[in-house]
């Protein structure tokens, strides 16, 4: 069984730090674009960041200059280093991933999603 799994949430005070893995198992053949979406009270699920299999990075604006994503394809792992946090952080951090996996003698690509972790910061 594929999955994806998130680690790292809690709370923190505004201004601290947290480091949220996203480790991938099972029969995987190879993984894509990686990325990390979040979900605040009330809000619509948003893109945080997002990253290439060669390590090439995007970050929504929001988090520019204080998260920064990275990936370690031997372990199947990916991270979100997360700097200065601020109350509207606070969220469900989903992780999501661009999977290959063999069926057989069969490469198929699909979405994965991890059940997500949350971030919880206070004043």
């Known amino acids: 069984q594929v999955q994806l799994v998130e680690a790292g949430g809690g709370l923190v005070r505004a201004g601290e730090s947290l480091r949220l893995s996203c480790s991938a198992s099972?029969?995987?053949?190879?993984?894509?674009?990686m990325a990390w979406y979040r979900r605040a009270p009330g809000k619509e699920r948003e893109l945080v960041a997002k990253?290439?299999?060669?390590?090439?990075?995007q970050y929504a604006e929001a988090v520019k200059g204080r998260f920064t994503f990275t990936r370690d394809n031997a372990r199947k792992m990916g991270y979100l280093q997360m700097e200065d946090l601020t109350l509207e952080d606070t969220a469900v951090y989903y992780c999501?991933?661009?999977?290959?996996?063999?069926?057989?003698?069969?490469?198929?690509?699909?979405?994965?999603w991890g059940e997500g972790t949350l971030v919880v910061v206070s004043s």
């Open positions: 099972g029969n995987i053949h190879s993984i894509n674009d």
């Open positions: 999501y991933a661009d999977i290959g996996a063999l069926s057989g003698d069969i490469l198929r690509y699909f979405d994965l």
């Open positions: 990253i290439t299999n060669d390590g090439n990075t």
